[in-house]
């Protein structure tokens, strides 16, 4: 069971009986508020530092042959979810054998004690059983229960130098994120009422946190993304997350940008198909989500709640990617989507139908 702390003074507690740390974290760890507190209290810390903000493998065998050449038993990740995965992975394959791609060999747990704190309020890593990282140009997702960190530090003050567009676009990923989690046909009664938090959270913070800079708001919003992560640890995410991931990199938006931009699209279309139910609690079921997340939006139908994410969106000037060169692209998006993680959606689309909805993601030039 994952232990969740308020405040960096917690990190201490954290870490105790640890023997030797490893620090990890990423290029923001010098500006950071908290950094003359962690400094204080990992000042004999082994810092890894040395990946990118898409992490190779070969650059998590660097940590992992650090971590061993220093013996150390505990690892404190501080950054975004670059640094997390990262910590994620090195403990995950710090006791495999190196005469092995670690991508191939069975996942267990290495009872090594993993510390997160965040510093971007957004995937909710801290709280996920996910990593991402590349290996020879294609992503590697990586899935195991022992990589959700033993212990989650939120510090929402570190959220309040951040550039705004991130926080704008880490926020987004939170809200969607908790409405996808709430719509998988993987929901349970356990993590319904996490993501319904989540959302609420957001909905009643996200003008303070954005606009005003407003302390008590970050904490709230750090608080919801969290939950969200907790969420989509339970239920993975939906056809949201998978159409994001091309639009990311063939026009260069953040995840969180990217994810927003395809969701009320797609939302639009299951709320008007909800014959294609795919969810085995069936059409009725599926009506009465999607509902329920219009009310945790605040709107009274669902035809509402979609209008009112498009017009966050337009209020913090999330606009949808500009096409260049249209059937081109149509055709590299359209063939893009895991049919995986299509599983996990609760509303059937085929080729005609991604395809569509392509056309309505990215707009002409």
């Avoid at 954290?14 to 290029?27: H, N, R, Y």
């Avoid at 337009?314 to 060169?325: A, C, L, N």
């Amino acid at each position: 069971m994952q232990t969740i702390y308020n405040g960096i003074s917690n990190l201490g507690k954290a870490i105790a009986g640890s023997q030797k740390v490893m620090l990890v974290c990423d290029a923001s760890y010098p500006f950071l508020s908290i950094k003359p507190q962690v400094d204080d209290i990992l000042h004999d810390a082994i810092v890894f530092n040395d990946f990118a903000s898409n992490p190779l493998y070969e650059q998590v065998c660097k940590g992992v042959e650090l971590f061993n050449a220093n013996q150390c038993d505990t690892i404190v990740a501080v950054g975004g979810g670059s640094a997390i995965d990262v910590a994620k992975c090195i403990k995950l394959y710090c006791k495999m054998s190196t005469d092995q791609l670690f991508l191939d060999q069975p996942y267990e747990d290495t009872g090594v004690r993993l510390v997160a704190i965040p510093t971007t309020a957004g995937t909710g890593s801290e709280s996920t059983r996910y990593a991402v990282i590349y290996y020879e140009g294609k992503k590697q997702s990586v899935t195991h229960t022992s990589i959700i960190p033993d212990v989650a530090i939120l510090e929402p003050s570190v959220l309040k130098t951040l550039p705004l567009y991130q926080k704008k676009c880490t926020m987004l990923d939170a809200l969607c994120q908790g409405i996808e989690s709430w719509w998988s046909v993987n929901s349970t009664d356990e993590s319904k009422p996490i993501s319904k938090k989540a959302v609420e959270l957001i909905m009643a913070n996200w003008r303070a946190y954005i606009f005003d800079n407003d302390e008590k708001a970050a904490a709230q919003i750090m608080a919801a993304a969290n939950l969200a992560g907790q969420a989509i640890c339970i239920t993975q995410t939906t056809a949201a997350h998978a159409f994001s991931y091309k639009v990311t990199s063939l026009y260069g938006l953040p995840h969180g940008h990217a994810v927003a931009v395809c969701l009320h699209h797609i939302w639009e279309y299951m709320n008007a198909h909800p014959e294609k139910c795919i969810d085995d609690r069936g059409e009725e079921y599926l009506k009465g989500t999607f509902l329920d997340i219009a009310h945790a939006l605040g709107c009274d139908t669902v035809s509402e709640a979609i209008s009112l994410f498009r017009s966050m969106l337009d209020e913090m000037g999330i606009s949808q990617p500009t096409s260049r060169e249209r059937e081109k692209e149509l055709e590299i998006l359209s063939s893009s989507v895991n049919p995986i993680r299509l599983k996990n959606n609760p509303v059937e689309l085929d080729g005609k139908s991604i395809r569509n909805l392509y056309v309505k993601i990215s707009a002409n030039h």
